[in-house]
């Protein structure tokens, strides 16, 4: 019998044994649970706020040159008496950041991305091209030819060119006075800022200020772009 209880009490250990195994794996599937809860929790988190993402369509209205705070400014107005918020979400007058040197001292100042131009988000339809065409100094929409035509919204690349160019507030490096190598009317392609890539033609040469008057082909309109000459380079 003292056997028999020997063995019972080996058998006993044994599955007490089993058991004691078991318990730390149960804890380790636990832990393994909560680290994939909070990755996922983290991926969720990250999100990256386009403009081209949210509701409605980027679409482009050419203003009267130098009035473009103002008719921001009307058409807003026209927007909230009109009702039409639900419809019309944002105007944008594009802005870069930009160095200035006045009396010796460097400033950093806003300047427009192509003057004469605001953005438009909104759901496009009768009414809402209504309030917008018929706004004081809004003189047509870009990408609209012939009457009763629907406008052509900005693609992605548009959008994200002309609404991500804030520039970098950084004075550029002081380069070698380059050789006066442009004439007007000669033809450049850009080679940075905003309109990179984008040809144009050459309408006006600073030589003291190393800058140069730009016709830049914009929404199917040339619009005046100044730029360095470092800029630009020859086609």
Request: charged share 30%.
């Amino acid at each position: 019998m003292s056997d028999n209880f020997l063995l019972n009490m080996g058998g006993s250990s044994a599955e007490s044994n089993v058991v004691d195994e078991t318990t730390p794996d149960a804890s380790f599937d636990l832990t393994t649970t909560d680290e994939n809860v909070d990755a996922d929790e983290s991926t969720d988190e990250v999100e990256v706020d386009s403009p081209y993402s949210r509701p409605g369509q980027w679409y482009v209205v050419h203003t009267q040159s130098g009035y473009e705070k103002k008719v921001q400014l009307n058409l807003n107005t026209r927007i909230q008496s009109m009702n039409m918020d639900d419809r019309i979400y944002e105007v944008i007058i594009p802005m870069e950041d930009a160095v200035e040197f006045k009396k010796g001292q460097k400033q950093i100042v806003q300047r427009k991305v192509f003057p004469g131009y605001l953005l438009v988000r909104c759901e496009m339809s009768d009414e809402s091209w209504f309030c917008i065409r018929n706004t004081p100094g809004v003189t047509g929409f870009v990408g609209q030819s012939h009457k009763g035509q629907k406008p052509t919204p900005l693609s992605r690349r548009e959008v994200d060119t002309f609404l991500s160019a804030k520039g970098d507030g950084k004075a550029a490096q002081k380069r070698k006075t380059p050789k006066l190598e442009y004439e007007v009317g000669e033809s450049v392609r850009v080679k940075e800022g905003p309109f990179a890539d984008f040809t144009g033609t050459v309408d006006d040469i600073n030589v003291d200020h190393m800058k140069l008057k730009v016709l830049v082909n914009i929404f199917g309109r040339e619009t005046v772009v100044e730029m360095d000459f470092s800029q630009v380079a020859k086609l």
